[in-house]
């Protein structure tokens, strides 16, 4: 009786000390959208006038000013037709340059807003 006593005893405390629980999930970690702050997004013919594009600006990062800025043309097939990353502080005009930075955030969040007026889809197209 003893015997059996300090079998299941000793089965216990062996088990509860195991520091590698298999009940654990593996941590991981995973890229996920949420460090996306701006986007701005248009379907319009972009690389050829007869095919209608999905165009998108995003700037991602921990912080607007800090954050990286990229300009993707995506084909109706989903290919990538062009991409183009760049530091999201070459948003910001000249007249803003010297602002301070809450003014420059503000900025920037506007220019990404109003990215795909008709005229800036133009210079744009043109520079391609």
Do not use: R, W
């Not at 006593?5 to 991981?28: G, H, M, R, W």
């Not at 807003?113 to 005229?119: A, K, L, M, P, T």
Request: hydrophobic share 35%; proline share 3%.
């Amino acid at each position: 009786m003893k015997l059996k006593f300090l079998l299941v005893l000793s089965v216990l405390f062996i088990s509860c000390s195991n520091d590698k629980k298999s009940s654990e999930a593996p941590k991981q970690l995973t890229i996920i959208k949420s460090d996306i702050l701006l986007e701005s997004t248009i379907d319009k013919p972009f690389s050829s006038p007869n095919k209608s594009e999905n165009i998108t600006l995003t700037v991602s990062g921990k912080t607007i000013l800090d954050g990286t800025a990229t300009f993707k043309v995506i084909d109706a097939n989903g290919g990538e037709v062009h991409c183009e990353t760049f530091p999201a502080k070459n948003l910001i005009q000249s007249d803003y340059k010297t602002a301070n930075s809450s003014l420059q955030e503000v900025h920037i969040k506007e220019v990404v807003e109003g990215y795909f007026v008709e005229d800036t889809l133009k210079n744009i197209a043109q520079l391609y």
